[in-house]
């Protein structure tokens, strides 16, 4: 059974930048797609950007976060980490790792089949 | 862009009614929408892929359907359990989700 357990909350200030990490257990981790989302108070979910570790090719990005966020994989640790600057109120959320959003060649999938717990991070002055 | 509207954004029915949600595509998207459990606090759960798929372990009581554009979530009698916010995805350049509805006994 795959698990992905996510960083603790984080609280942190307007203009600076925030780092959440994901790790992953119970299956290999390298091929299959890591995506972030989030979902603020009371709103729905939105897609932030993915990553398949096995491929050494750059992330994929949503165009509404490009330049400001930053996923990466580490294979040997089996964890995908999110950092997100230049934050601000409006990026106060809680934030999530699943598997699975997109597809590059064979590898993928178009939905999200496994989740993290879920980090909150308060942008609050 | 492929635009997909979710409805309604809330219901309220009683313990043992049929429940239904509807996903409606603006354009064809295969059978490709996916269906997820959202409780209160909690990540959301796949619960059907691909318009009708029962993810594992998922009780039979959920259920997917599609015609065309028009893609539906039924639960077919609801249980207490079951208070949930309840979103369709589809993929389009990027996973896109609806709007979300949100599931009250009554």
């Known amino acids: 059974q795959v698990q992905l357990v996510q960083s603790g909350p984080e609280v942190k200030k307007p203009g600076s930048s925030v780092k959440v990490s994901c790790k992953a257990s119970g299956d290999t981790f390298s091929y299959y797609a890591i995506s972030w989302l989030r979902q603020a108070p009371g709103q729905g979910l939105e897609w932030m950007g993915g990553?398949?570790?096995?491929?050494?090719?750059?992330?994929t990005y949503a165009q509404d976060f490009q330049g400001r966020v930053t996923i990466t994989a580490d294979k040997s640790t089996s964890t995908s980490y999110m950092e997100l600057g230049g934050l601000k109120s409006e990026d106060t959320a809680v934030y999530y790792c699943?598997?699975?959003?997109?597809?590059?060649?064979?590898?993928?999938?178009?939905?999200?089949?496994?989740w993290g717990q879920g980090t909150l991070v308060t942008v609050s002055s | 862009d492929i635009q997909v509207t979710q409805s309604p954004s809330s219901l309220s029915a009683s313990v043992g009614d049929r429940v239904t949600i509807t996903c409606q595509a603006s354009?064809?998207?295969?059978?490709?929408l996916h269906w997820y459990q959202q409780k209160a606090g909690k990540a959301p759960k796949l619960l059907i892929f691909?318009?009708?798929h029962l993810e594992t372990g998922v009780p039979s009581r959920f259920s997917g359907s599609a015609s065309g554009t028009n893609f539906t979530f039924t639960i077919s009698s609801l249980q207490p359990e079951d208070i949930a916010s309840y979103y369709c995805?589809?993929?389009?350049?990027?996973?896109?989700f609806g709007g979300g509805t949100k599931v009250e006994v009554k």
């Open positions: 699943a598997r699975g959003g997109f597809v590059v060649g064979a590898m993928g999938s178009f939905y999200f089949d496994f």
């Open positions: 691909d318009g009708f």
């Open positions: 990553v398949i570790p096995i491929f050494d090719i750059p992330p």
């Open positions: 995805q589809h993929y389009d350049n990027f996973p896109r």
């Open positions: 354009q064809d998207i295969s059978n490709s």
